[in-house]
């Protein structure tokens, strides 16, 4: 069984930054193979796409709404990736989930991930 645990979220001002994790694991076993991706959910909105990044790390994807201020990366000997974020704005205030796809194909969507972590608060003060 798959089990992301994501941590790092916390309250900072505007322009200001935090970088979150999400470890990985299966039951045991080594975590490898899976595509993981960042998304994020601010009450009354549906859970959006953020980032997302190939197992090998070869690959990476953003919303237009983050590209620049953002990075996804990841460190495979540690099973854990993450999410740097900077220059945040208020509008990036939501709690932030981890999802893994056992597919690498590049999915933007919330139905395209079989594994989710149960997030955590980011809230950017103006």
């Known amino acids: 069984q798959v089990l992301l645990v994501e941590s790092g979220g916390g309250s900072v001002q505007a322009g200001g930054s935090l970088r979150l994790s999400c470890a990985a694991s299966?039951?045991?076993?080594?975590?490898?193979?899976?595509?993981m991706g960042w998304f994020r959910q601010a009450p009354g909105k549906e859970r959006e796409f953020v980032a997302t990044?190939?197992?090998?790390?070869?690959?990476?994807h953003y919303a237009d709404s983050v590209k620049g201020r953002f990075t996804i990366s990841g460190d495979n000997p540690k099973n854990t990736v993450y999410l740097q974020m900077n220059s945040l704005k208020p509008e990036d205030t939501a709690v932030y989930y981890c999802?893994?796809?056992?597919?690498?194909?590049?999915?933007?969507?919330?139905?395209?991930?079989?594994?989710w972590g149960q997030g955590t608060q980011v809230t950017v003060s103006a």
């Open positions: 999802a893994a796809s056992p597919n690498n194909l590049v999915v933007l969507i919330p139905a395209g991930y079989t594994y």
């Open positions: 299966e039951g045991g076993r080594a975590f490898s193979g899976y595509r």
């Open positions: 990044i190939s197992w090998n790390g070869a690959s990476t």
